[in-house]
C-alpha cells in the first residue's frame, strides 16, 4: 500500500476506533489502517469501514431499543438504508463526492 500523496509505502496499524456517532461513543477495538511515515496521511481499507460501520449500527440500533425509540427493528433497519441512499445522493447533487463509491468514508469523517 503506497501513500497517494507523496508514494511512500504505509504502514499497517491496529488501533481502536471510538467516535461518537448520534449521541453514542462507539468504540471498535483492533481497526487496522495504514498510514504514511512520511506525511501522516491515512487510509482506511474498505473492509475496515465496512467492519466499523456494522458495529456502529449495531450499537445504535441496541441502544435505540434499550431506550423504546425502535419497536419494529426490520422496518428501522429499512429506513435508515433508504436514509442512507439518499444522503450519498444528495452528497453527489452537491458536488462533495463524486460516486458512490466515494460514500462511506465521509460517514465517519
Ligand atoms: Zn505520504
Known amino acids: 500500500m503506497r501513500c497517494k500523496f507523496c508514494g511512500r509505502e504505509m504502514k499497517r496499524v491496529v488501533t481502536p476506533f471510538r467516535r461518537p456517532v448520534k449521541g453514542e461513543m462507539i468504540v471498535v477495538k483492533d481497526i487496522e489502517v495504514y498510514r504514511c511515515p512520511e506525511c501522516g496521511a491515512m487510509y482506511v481499507p474498505e473492509d475496515t469501514i465496512k467492519h466499523i460501520g456494522r458495529k456502529t449500527g449495531e450499537k445504535l440500533l441496541k441502544e435505540a431499543k434499550k431506550r423504546g425509540r425502535i ?13 442512507a441512499a439518499k444522503d450519498i445522493e444528495e452528497a453527489i447533487k452537491r458536488g462533495e463526492i463524486k460516486k458512490r463509491e466515494d460514500a462511506p468514508l465521509k460517514v465517519f469523517t
Open 71 to 83: 419497536r419494529d427493528e426490520k422496518e428501522h433497519l429499512r429506513k435508515m438504508q433508504e436514509k
